[in-house]
Protein backbone atom coordinates (compact mmCIF):
# COMPACT_ATOMS: atom_id res chain seq x y z
CA UNK A 1 0.00 0.00 0.00
CA UNK A 2 1.35 3.46 -1.16
CA UNK A 3 1.83 6.52 1.30
CA UNK A 4 -1.26 8.34 -0.05
CA UNK A 5 -3.66 5.30 0.12
CA UNK A 6 -2.40 5.15 3.97
CA UNK A 7 -3.07 8.17 4.43
CA UNK A 8 -6.44 7.91 2.81
CA UNK A 9 -7.06 4.55 4.63
CA UNK A 10 -6.18 6.53 8.08
CA UNK A 11 -8.92 9.35 7.08
CA UNK A 12 -11.45 6.73 6.62
CA UNK A 13 -10.79 4.92 9.70
CA UNK A 14 -10.97 7.76 11.83
CA UNK A 15 -14.38 9.79 9.94
CA UNK A 16 -16.05 5.86 11.01
CA UNK A 17 -14.48 5.61 14.70
CA UNK A 18 -15.52 8.98 16.02
CA UNK A 19 -19.23 8.07 14.33
CA UNK A 20 -18.91 4.90 16.70
CA UNK A 21 -17.86 6.24 19.50
CA UNK A 22 -19.90 9.39 19.76
CA UNK A 23 -22.65 6.64 19.05
CA UNK A 24 -21.78 3.92 21.82
CA UNK A 25 -20.91 1.54 20.01
CA UNK A 26 -17.92 0.35 21.46
CA UNK A 27 -17.81 -3.45 19.60
CA UNK A 28 -17.91 -1.90 16.24
CA UNK A 29 -15.31 0.78 16.81
CA UNK A 30 -13.29 -2.41 17.89
CA UNK A 31 -14.19 -4.26 14.81
CA UNK A 32 -13.15 -1.27 12.89
CA UNK A 33 -9.79 -1.03 14.35
CA UNK A 34 -9.16 -5.19 14.27
CA UNK A 35 -7.31 -5.40 10.47
CA UNK A 36 -6.05 -1.67 10.33
CA UNK A 37 -2.51 -1.89 10.89
CA UNK A 38 -0.64 -0.26 13.56
CA UNK A 39 0.63 2.94 11.53
CA UNK A 40 -3.21 3.85 10.29
CA UNK A 41 -4.56 3.22 13.10
CA UNK A 42 -2.04 5.38 15.31
CA UNK A 43 -3.03 8.34 12.83
CA UNK A 44 -6.36 7.67 12.87
CA UNK A 45 -6.66 7.60 16.44
CA UNK A 46 -4.69 10.83 16.46
CA UNK A 47 -6.94 12.65 14.53
CA UNK A 48 -9.26 12.05 16.86
CA UNK A 49 -11.04 14.79 19.06
CA UNK A 50 -8.86 14.94 22.65
CA UNK A 51 -11.82 13.13 24.65
CA UNK A 52 -12.18 10.51 22.40
CA UNK A 53 -8.49 9.04 21.83
CA UNK A 54 -8.10 7.18 25.29
CA UNK A 55 -11.30 5.55 24.80
CA UNK A 56 -10.41 3.98 21.43
CA UNK A 57 -7.33 3.31 22.31
CA UNK A 58 -8.67 1.43 25.33
CA UNK A 59 -10.19 -0.49 23.08
CA UNK A 60 -7.04 -2.30 21.01
CA UNK A 61 -5.40 -5.85 22.32
CA UNK A 62 -2.81 -4.74 24.71
CA UNK A 63 -0.16 -5.77 22.06
CA UNK A 64 -1.49 -4.55 19.45
CA UNK A 65 -1.19 -1.12 21.88
CA UNK A 66 1.89 -1.15 22.53
CA UNK A 67 2.45 -1.13 18.95
CA UNK A 68 0.19 1.80 17.98
CA UNK A 69 1.33 3.15 20.78
CA UNK A 70 4.84 4.13 19.92
CA UNK A 71 3.59 5.31 16.37
CA UNK A 72 1.85 8.21 17.77
CA UNK A 73 2.87 11.49 17.84
CA UNK A 74 4.68 13.11 20.94
CA UNK A 75 1.54 15.09 21.89
CA UNK A 76 -1.02 12.63 21.56
CA UNK A 77 1.19 9.88 23.81
CA UNK A 78 1.45 12.49 26.40
CA UNK A 79 -2.68 13.38 26.23
CA UNK A 80 -3.00 9.44 26.45
CA UNK A 81 -0.99 9.12 29.51
CA UNK A 82 -2.92 11.83 31.45
CA UNK A 83 -6.45 10.22 30.63
CA UNK A 84 -5.15 6.65 31.15
CA UNK A 85 -5.18 5.26 34.71
CA UNK A 86 -1.78 4.40 36.38
CA UNK A 87 -2.07 1.14 36.36
CA UNK A 88 -2.47 1.34 32.19
CA UNK A 89 0.42 3.88 32.42
CA UNK A 90 2.44 1.89 33.65
CA UNK A 91 1.71 -1.08 31.88
CA UNK A 92 2.16 0.83 28.68
CA UNK A 93 5.24 2.02 29.48
CA UNK A 94 6.84 -0.78 30.99
CA UNK A 95 5.85 -2.81 27.39
CA UNK A 96 7.91 -0.30 25.31
CA UNK A 97 11.63 -0.66 23.24
CA UNK A 98 13.48 1.20 25.09
CA UNK A 99 14.65 3.75 22.40
CA UNK A 100 10.95 4.72 21.95
CA UNK A 101 10.51 4.90 25.93
CA UNK A 102 13.86 7.43 26.00
CA UNK A 103 12.04 9.70 23.14
CA UNK A 104 8.63 9.83 24.91
CA UNK A 105 10.74 10.61 28.50
CA UNK A 106 12.23 13.29 26.83
CA UNK A 107 8.89 14.62 26.04
CA UNK A 108 7.48 14.76 29.52
CA UNK A 109 8.44 16.75 32.45
CA UNK A 110 10.94 15.84 34.79
CA UNK A 111 8.73 14.89 37.14
CA UNK A 112 6.67 12.91 35.19
CA UNK A 113 9.64 10.87 34.25
CA UNK A 114 11.20 10.44 37.83
CA UNK A 115 7.70 9.33 38.73
CA UNK A 116 7.67 6.52 35.88
CA UNK A 117 11.48 5.56 36.45
CA UNK A 118 10.82 4.77 39.89
CA UNK A 119 7.46 2.34 38.74
CA UNK A 120 9.53 0.90 35.89
CA UNK A 121 10.90 -2.74 37.06
CA UNK A 122 14.75 -2.87 37.79
CA UNK A 123 15.67 -4.40 34.41
CA UNK A 124 13.83 -1.81 32.45
CA UNK A 125 14.58 1.25 34.98
CA UNK A 126 18.40 0.16 34.22
CA UNK A 127 17.86 0.40 30.61
CA UNK A 128 16.48 3.47 30.34
CA UNK A 129 18.45 5.87 32.79
CA UNK A 130 21.46 4.00 30.78
CA UNK A 131 19.89 5.60 27.20
CA UNK A 132 19.12 8.63 29.36
CA UNK A 133 22.72 8.82 30.14
CA UNK A 134 23.73 9.29 26.71
CA UNK A 135 24.15 12.71 25.36
CA UNK A 136 20.99 13.88 23.50
CA UNK A 137 21.13 13.13 19.39
CA UNK A 138 24.44 10.46 19.53
CA UNK A 139 23.67 6.90 19.07
CA UNK A 140 23.68 6.28 22.51
CA UNK A 141 20.30 7.72 23.31
CA UNK A 142 19.22 6.73 19.59
CA UNK A 143 19.78 3.08 19.82
CA UNK A 144 17.65 0.34 21.34
CA UNK A 145 19.54 -2.27 23.39
CA UNK A 146 16.52 -5.21 22.31
CA UNK A 147 19.22 -7.09 19.65
CA UNK A 148 20.09 -10.85 19.42
CA UNK A 149 23.98 -11.75 19.79
CA UNK A 150 25.79 -15.05 19.23
CA UNK A 151 28.58 -16.55 19.83
CA UNK A 152 31.40 -17.85 17.78
CA UNK A 153 31.50 -21.77 19.25
CA UNK A 154 27.63 -21.69 18.59
CA UNK A 155 26.71 -23.75 15.66
CA UNK A 156 24.25 -22.57 12.73
CA UNK A 157 21.18 -24.67 14.04
CA UNK A 158 21.94 -23.59 18.10
CA UNK A 159 21.93 -19.94 16.58
CA UNK A 160 19.28 -20.57 14.57
CA UNK A 161 16.99 -21.85 17.71
CA UNK A 162 18.38 -18.74 19.47
CA UNK A 163 16.92 -16.31 16.85
CA UNK A 164 13.53 -18.08 17.58
CA UNK A 165 13.49 -18.05 20.93
CA UNK A 166 14.47 -13.95 20.77
CA UNK A 167 12.86 -13.01 18.23
CA UNK A 168 9.46 -11.77 19.49
CA UNK A 169 11.76 -9.46 22.32
CA UNK A 170 13.86 -7.97 20.09
CA UNK A 171 14.03 -4.90 17.30
CA UNK A 172 15.25 -6.41 14.14
CA UNK A 173 16.20 -10.31 13.73
CA UNK A 174 17.92 -9.48 10.17
CA UNK A 175 21.19 -8.49 11.71
CA UNK A 176 22.96 -10.52 13.93
CA UNK A 177 25.73 -9.59 15.96
CA UNK A 178 28.55 -11.90 17.09
CA UNK A 179 29.98 -10.78 20.88
CA UNK A 180 32.86 -12.75 22.95
CA UNK A 181 32.80 -13.25 26.14
CA UNK A 182 33.68 -9.82 27.38
CA UNK A 183 31.08 -8.53 25.04
CA UNK A 184 33.25 -7.51 22.30
CA UNK A 185 31.83 -7.17 18.74
CA UNK A 186 33.46 -9.78 16.80
CA UNK A 187 31.46 -10.24 13.88
CA UNK A 188 28.09 -9.89 12.05
CA UNK A 189 26.17 -12.07 10.14
CA UNK A 190 22.58 -12.25 8.05
CA UNK A 191 19.78 -14.36 8.76
CA UNK A 192 19.86 -15.05 5.55
CA UNK A 193 23.68 -15.94 5.97
CA UNK A 194 22.29 -18.09 8.89
CA UNK A 195 20.01 -19.94 7.18
CA UNK A 196 21.53 -21.19 4.12
CA UNK A 197 24.45 -22.13 6.45
CA UNK A 198 25.55 -25.92 7.30
CA UNK A 199 23.24 -26.53 10.38
CA UNK A 200 26.73 -27.92 11.66
CA UNK A 201 28.70 -25.65 10.84
CA UNK A 202 30.24 -22.55 13.31
CA UNK A 203 29.14 -19.11 13.66
CA UNK A 204 32.78 -18.04 13.56
CA UNK A 205 33.39 -19.76 10.41
CA UNK A 206 30.45 -17.83 9.01
CA UNK A 207 30.43 -14.80 9.92
CA UNK A 208 32.25 -11.51 8.69
CA UNK A 209 34.67 -9.83 10.84
CA UNK A 210 35.08 -6.71 9.02
CA UNK A 211 32.22 -4.79 11.14
CA UNK A 212 30.86 -1.28 10.49
CA UNK A 213 29.72 0.29 13.97
CA UNK A 214 29.34 3.47 15.75
CA UNK A 215 30.28 4.66 18.73
CA UNK A 216 27.71 5.64 21.52
CA UNK A 217 28.87 9.45 21.00
CA UNK A 218 28.42 9.51 17.38
CA UNK A 219 26.02 12.08 16.66
CA UNK A 220 23.05 10.75 15.11
CA UNK A 221 23.66 12.45 11.63
CA UNK A 222 26.62 10.29 11.57
CA UNK A 223 24.69 7.06 12.07
CA UNK A 224 22.33 8.28 9.59
CA UNK A 225 24.91 8.17 6.89
CA UNK A 226 26.42 5.00 7.56
CA UNK A 227 23.45 3.58 7.81
CA UNK A 228 22.79 5.16 4.14
CA UNK A 229 25.98 4.62 3.00
CA UNK A 230 26.29 0.68 3.70
CA UNK A 231 22.03 -0.19 3.15
CA UNK A 232 21.94 -1.35 6.49
CA UNK A 233 18.53 -2.18 8.47
CA UNK A 234 20.61 -1.71 11.35
CA UNK A 235 24.27 -0.73 12.52
CA UNK A 236 26.04 -2.07 15.56
CA UNK A 237 26.73 0.53 18.75
CA UNK A 238 29.91 -0.20 20.79
CA UNK A 239 31.20 1.84 24.01
CA UNK A 240 34.58 2.94 24.17
CA UNK A 241 35.98 -0.18 25.12
CA UNK A 242 34.47 -1.54 21.75
CA UNK A 243 31.35 -3.99 23.47
CA UNK A 244 28.17 -4.00 22.06
CA UNK A 245 25.62 -2.13 23.54
CA UNK A 246 22.81 -1.15 21.19
CA UNK A 247 21.63 -1.07 17.67
CA UNK A 248 20.41 1.80 15.56
CA UNK A 249 17.52 0.46 13.55
CA UNK A 250 16.95 1.90 10.13
CA UNK A 251 13.38 3.33 11.43
CA UNK A 252 14.50 5.25 14.16
CA UNK A 253 17.27 6.87 11.62
CA UNK A 254 14.18 8.07 8.99
CA UNK A 255 12.54 9.83 12.33
CA UNK A 256 16.67 11.38 12.57
CA UNK A 257 16.48 12.28 8.58
CA UNK A 258 13.01 13.85 8.94
CA UNK A 259 14.00 16.20 12.17
CA UNK A 260 17.39 17.28 10.16
CA UNK A 261 15.79 18.24 7.20
CA UNK A 262 13.09 19.88 9.29
CA UNK A 263 15.21 21.77 11.43
CA UNK A 264 17.42 23.21 8.04
CA UNK A 265 14.34 24.17 6.23
CA UNK A 266 12.96 26.13 9.48
CA UNK A 267 16.68 27.83 9.59
CA UNK A 268 17.41 28.80 5.56
CA UNK A 269 13.87 30.17 6.32
CA UNK A 270 14.93 32.33 9.44
CA UNK A 271 12.34 30.55 11.67
CA UNK A 272 13.65 29.40 14.92
CA UNK A 273 12.65 25.60 15.49
CA UNK A 274 11.64 24.03 18.32
CA UNK A 275 12.56 20.49 19.35
CA UNK A 276 10.84 17.89 17.72
CA UNK A 277 7.41 19.64 18.01
CA UNK A 278 4.63 20.39 15.18
CA UNK A 279 5.02 23.50 13.65
CA UNK A 280 1.63 24.18 12.96
CA UNK A 281 0.22 22.88 16.15
CA UNK A 282 1.97 25.26 18.19
CA UNK A 283 0.44 27.96 19.58
CA UNK A 284 0.21 31.84 17.73
CA UNK A 285 2.30 33.50 20.85
CA UNK A 286 5.14 30.71 20.26
CA UNK A 287 4.81 30.68 16.55
CA UNK A 288 5.42 34.71 16.47
CA UNK A 289 8.04 34.13 19.11
CA UNK A 290 10.00 32.14 17.18
CA UNK A 291 9.62 33.88 13.74
CA UNK A 292 10.68 37.62 15.54
CA UNK A 293 13.56 36.18 16.84
CA UNK A 294 15.32 36.45 12.87
CA UNK A 295 13.14 39.00 11.85
CA UNK A 296 14.74 41.39 14.15
CA UNK A 297 18.26 40.46 13.63
CA UNK A 298 17.51 40.54 10.23
CA UNK A 299 15.64 44.23 10.71
CA UNK A 300 18.71 45.39 12.13
CA UNK A 301 21.31 44.32 9.54
CA UNK A 302 18.33 45.95 6.85
CA UNK A 303 19.22 49.16 8.34
CA UNK A 304 22.98 49.12 6.82
CA UNK A 305 20.80 49.71 3.13
CA UNK A 306 19.13 52.59 5.19
CA UNK A 307 22.16 53.91 6.51
CA UNK A 308 24.57 53.79 2.94
CA UNK A 309 21.31 54.86 0.97
CA UNK A 310 20.58 58.29 3.09
CA UNK A 311 25.30 58.65 2.98
CA UNK A 312 25.01 58.68 -1.39
CA UNK A 313 21.63 61.81 -0.78
CA UNK A 314 24.19 63.87 -3.19
CA UNK A 315 24.38 61.01 -6.45
CA UNK A 316 21.10 60.62 -5.96
CA UNK A 317 19.71 64.27 -5.94
CA UNK A 318 21.94 64.69 -8.90
CA UNK A 319 20.57 61.26 -10.67
CA UNK A 320 17.10 60.47 -9.53
CA UNK A 321 16.80 57.48 -11.76
CA UNK A 322 19.60 55.72 -10.51
CA UNK A 323 17.16 54.79 -7.32
CA UNK A 324 14.60 52.58 -9.83
CA UNK A 325 17.46 50.24 -10.23
CA UNK A 326 17.97 49.73 -6.54
CA UNK A 327 15.44 46.75 -5.93
CA UNK A 328 16.27 44.81 -9.33
CA UNK A 329 19.83 44.73 -7.91
CA UNK A 330 19.65 43.72 -4.65
CA UNK A 331 16.67 41.03 -5.53
CA UNK A 332 18.97 39.83 -8.02
CA UNK A 333 21.85 39.28 -5.34
CA UNK A 334 19.61 38.34 -2.66
CA UNK A 335 18.46 35.16 -5.15
CA UNK A 336 21.82 34.57 -6.37
CA UNK A 337 23.31 34.56 -2.75
CA UNK A 338 20.15 32.06 -1.81
CA UNK A 339 20.88 30.20 -4.09
CA UNK A 340 24.58 29.16 -3.45
CA UNK A 341 23.84 28.84 0.72
CA UNK A 342 21.19 26.64 -0.96
CA UNK A 343 23.62 23.78 -3.06
CA UNK A 344 26.24 24.44 -0.49
CA UNK A 345 24.58 24.12 2.72
CA UNK A 346 22.73 21.05 0.76
CA UNK A 347 26.81 19.38 -0.63
CA UNK A 348 27.54 19.77 3.61
CA UNK A 349 24.59 17.80 4.22
CA UNK A 350 24.93 15.25 2.08
CA UNK A 351 28.68 15.04 2.70
CA UNK A 352 29.48 15.76 -1.37
CA UNK A 353 31.04 19.06 -0.98
CA UNK A 354 33.66 17.90 1.21
CA UNK A 355 35.42 16.09 -1.44
CA UNK A 356 35.65 18.96 -3.56
CA UNK A 357 37.15 21.07 -0.58
CA UNK A 358 36.00 24.38 0.73
CA UNK A 359 38.12 27.05 -1.05
CA UNK A 360 37.52 25.34 -4.56
CA UNK A 361 33.80 24.90 -3.50
CA UNK A 362 33.90 28.81 -3.21
CA UNK A 363 36.00 29.77 -6.17
CA UNK A 364 33.43 27.61 -8.18
CA UNK A 365 30.35 29.62 -6.88
CA UNK A 366 32.04 33.19 -7.76
CA UNK A 367 33.14 32.47 -11.35
CA UNK A 368 29.02 31.01 -11.17
CA UNK A 369 28.43 34.45 -9.87
CA UNK A 370 30.18 36.31 -12.01
CA UNK A 371 29.16 34.38 -15.34
CA UNK A 372 25.32 34.81 -14.02
CA UNK A 373 25.65 38.40 -13.69
CA UNK A 374 27.34 38.63 -17.30
CA UNK A 375 24.34 36.78 -18.79
CA UNK A 376 21.87 38.86 -17.19
CA UNK A 377 23.84 41.94 -18.17
CA UNK A 378 22.74 41.65 -22.11
CA UNK A 379 18.77 41.86 -20.84
CA UNK A 380 19.48 44.65 -18.29
CA UNK A 381 21.63 47.48 -19.85
CA UNK A 382 19.66 47.89 -23.29
CA UNK A 383 16.66 47.84 -20.63
CA UNK A 384 17.81 50.52 -18.05
CA UNK A 385 19.24 52.42 -20.74
CA UNK A 386 15.94 52.55 -22.27
CA UNK A 387 14.13 53.68 -18.59
CA UNK A 388 17.04 56.00 -17.78
CA UNK A 389 17.67 57.27 -21.23
CA UNK A 390 21.49 57.45 -20.31
CA UNK A 391 24.45 54.84 -20.95
CA UNK A 392 26.09 55.98 -17.70
CA UNK A 393 23.29 54.82 -15.33
CA UNK A 394 23.04 51.94 -17.83
CA UNK A 395 26.66 50.83 -17.70
CA UNK A 396 26.51 51.75 -13.96
CA UNK A 397 23.56 49.02 -13.43
CA UNK A 398 24.99 46.61 -15.84
CA UNK A 399 28.68 46.93 -13.88
CA UNK A 400 27.33 46.74 -10.65
CA UNK A 401 25.49 43.52 -11.34
CA UNK A 402 28.32 41.69 -12.19
CA UNK A 403 29.81 42.62 -8.98
CA UNK A 404 26.62 41.95 -6.67
CA UNK A 405 26.01 38.35 -8.14
CA UNK A 406 30.17 37.42 -7.75
CA UNK A 407 30.23 38.94 -4.35
CA UNK A 408 26.44 36.86 -3.49
CA UNK A 409 27.43 33.86 -4.78
CA UNK A 410 30.88 34.65 -2.99
CA UNK A 411 29.04 35.23 -0.08
CA UNK A 412 26.33 32.71 -0.10
CA UNK A 413 29.10 29.88 -0.26
CA UNK A 414 31.42 30.74 1.99
CA UNK A 415 29.50 31.82 4.49
CA UNK A 416 27.72 28.49 5.75
CA UNK A 417 31.62 27.00 5.21
CA UNK A 418 32.86 29.52 7.75
CA UNK A 419 29.88 28.44 10.18
CA UNK A 420 30.55 24.44 9.90
CA UNK A 421 34.32 25.20 10.13
CA UNK A 422 33.43 26.52 13.46
CA UNK A 423 31.36 23.77 15.00
CA UNK A 424 28.38 25.98 13.99
CA UNK A 425 25.15 24.64 11.81
CA UNK A 426 25.66 26.04 8.40
CA UNK A 427 22.17 26.41 7.73
CA UNK A 428 21.96 29.13 10.10
CA UNK A 429 23.42 31.20 7.45
CA UNK A 430 20.32 30.79 5.67
CA UNK A 431 19.03 32.69 2.83
CA UNK A 432 17.30 35.96 4.51
CA UNK A 433 20.31 36.67 6.22
CA UNK A 434 22.99 36.40 3.39
CA UNK A 435 20.26 38.29 1.33
CA UNK A 436 20.69 40.98 3.88
CA UNK A 437 24.43 41.28 3.70
CA UNK A 438 24.44 41.60 -0.16
CA UNK A 439 21.57 44.02 -0.24
CA UNK A 440 23.89 46.15 2.07
CA UNK A 441 26.99 45.73 -0.05
CA UNK A 442 25.12 45.92 -3.54
CA UNK A 443 23.81 49.18 -2.46
CA UNK A 444 26.91 50.52 -2.26
CA UNK A 445 28.63 48.90 -4.57
CA UNK A 446 26.18 50.28 -6.73
CA UNK A 447 25.84 54.09 -5.74
CA UNK A 448 30.09 54.42 -5.21
CA UNK A 449 30.33 53.13 -8.50
CA UNK A 450 27.83 54.91 -10.52
CA UNK A 451 29.17 58.48 -8.47
CA UNK A 452 32.67 57.36 -10.05
CA UNK A 453 31.01 56.87 -13.33
CA UNK A 454 28.75 59.71 -13.36
CA UNK A 455 29.72 62.59 -11.39
CA UNK A 456 33.64 61.88 -12.04
CA UNK A 457 34.11 60.76 -15.04
CA UNK A 458 30.88 61.99 -17.18
CA UNK A 459 27.96 64.62 -16.89
CA UNK A 460 24.82 62.96 -17.01
CA UNK A 461 22.52 63.18 -19.81
Given at each position: ????NG?Q??????Q?????????????????????Q???A??????????????A?????????I?V?????A?????????????EV?E??EE????D???????????V?????????????R??????G???????R??????????????????????????R????I?S????D??????????????V?A????????V?????????????Q??V?????????????V?????R?????????V???????????LY??????A???????????????R???????V???A??????V????????????????F?????????????Q???????????Q?L??M??W???????????L??L??V?AV?????????S???A??AGL??V??T??A??A???L???F?????????M?????A?????????I????????L??VAS??
Amino acid sequence: MGEANGIQVAEVVAQQLESLLEAGNYDGAKLLLGPVQEVDAAEAIGSLPRTLQALAFRLLPKDEAIEVYEYLDAAVQQTLLERLRSGEVLELVEEMSPDDRVRLFDELPAKVVRRLLAELSPAERRITAQLLGYEAETAGRLMTTEFVDLKEFHSAAQALAIVRRRARDTETIYSLYVTDGSRHLTGILSLRDLVTADPEARIGDVMTREVVSVDTDTNQQEVARAIQRYDFLAVPVVDREQRLVGIVTVDDVIDVIEQEATRDLYAAGAVQAGDEDDYFQSNLFTVARRRVVWLLVLLVANSGTSAVIASQELVLKQVVVLAAFIPLLIGTGGNVGAQSSTVVIRGLSTQRLQAMGAWRAIWREAVAGALLGLLMVLAVVPWAAYVAGSWGVATAAGLSLVVITTLAATAGAALPLLFDRLGLDPALMSAPFIATITDVAGVFIYLQLASWLLLRVASPA
